[in-house]
C-alpha cells in the first residue's frame, strides 16, 4: 500500500518560513500532478497547491506569492517552501493527489502552527 509521509512543520513566527517535504513509498508521484493540502481547526481540508511533471503550478490565492510547490521525482518527494508566514496559516498540511479518483489514503499530515 502506498503510503505518503509528510515532515518539516513546526512552530514558527510571523514572516518566519519552512519547508515540508512529502515522501511517497511508491513512484506514482511521479507521472501524476500532485498537491498540497491543509486543514485547519474546525475547518475542511483546502487545496493549496498543485504541480503536474509538465505545465504550471497553481496556488490558491491566500499563498499566492509566498508559497513555493516543487518535486523530486527521482526521490518520489514533493516539497512546499512556505515564507512569509501567518498566523491564518496555521493547520496540519497533507499531500496527496490534486485529482480525487488518483488519491491514496491521507497521511497524518505535519502540523504548521505560526505564533509569536
Known amino acids: 500500500q502506498v503510503q505518503l509521509v509528510e515532515s518539516g512543520g513546526g512552530l514558527v513566527q510571523p514572516g518566519g518560513s519552512l519547508r515540508l517535504s512529502c515522501a511517497a513509498s511508491?513512484?506514482?508521484?511521479?507521472?501524476?500532478?500532485m498537491a498540497w493540502y491543509r486543514q485547519a481547526p474546525g475547518k475542511q481540508r483546502e487545496l493549496v497547491a498543485t504541480?503536474?511533471?509538465?505545465?504550471?503550478?497553481y496556488y490558491a490565492d491566500s499563498v499566492k506569492g509566498r508559497f513555493a510547490i516543487s518535486r523530486d521525482n527521482a526521490k518520489n518527494t514533493i516539497y512546499l517552501q512556505m515564507n512569509s508566514l501567518k498566523p491564518e496559516d496555521t493547520a496540519v498540511y497533507f499531500c496527496?493527489?490534486?485529482?480525487?479518483?488518483?488519491?491514496?489514503?491521507w497521511g497524518q499530515g505535519t502540523q504548521v502552527t505560526v505564533s509569536s
Open positions: 511508491g513512484t506514482f508521484v511521479r507521472v501524476i500532478v
Open positions: 504541480i503536474p511533471n509538465i505545465g504550471s503550478t
Open positions: 496527496n493527489a490534486a485529482a480525487l479518483h488518483q488519491q491514496r489514503p
